[in-house]
């Protein structure tokens, strides 16, 4: 069993996932859809 635990809930996770995916069509790759989005919710 692993002892790490997920930071954030199912909800806010696939809410980042959407997020992502609608933002990347602005930003000019996944990677910087996905760093920016980070930022955003307070992961990076």
């Given amino acids: 069993?692993?002892?790490?635990?997920?930071?954030?809930?199912l909800e806010v996770r696939?809410?980042?996932v959407r997020?992502?995916?609608e933002n990347e069509i602005d930003d000019r790759s996944r990677w910087s859809a996905i760093t920016s989005i980070s930022?955003?919710?307070?992961y990076a």
């Avoid at 069993?1 to 809930?9: A, D, G, H, L, P």
């Avoid at 930022?39 to 307070?42: E, H, L, V, W």
Wanted: proline share 0%; glycine share 6%; no cysteine.
């Fill in 14 to 16: 696939a809410r980042a």
């Fill in 19 to 21: 997020m992502v995916l």
């Fill in 1 to 9: 069993m692993s002892k790490t635990r997920n930071k954030f809930s």
């Fill in 39 to 42: 930022n955003k919710i307070g």
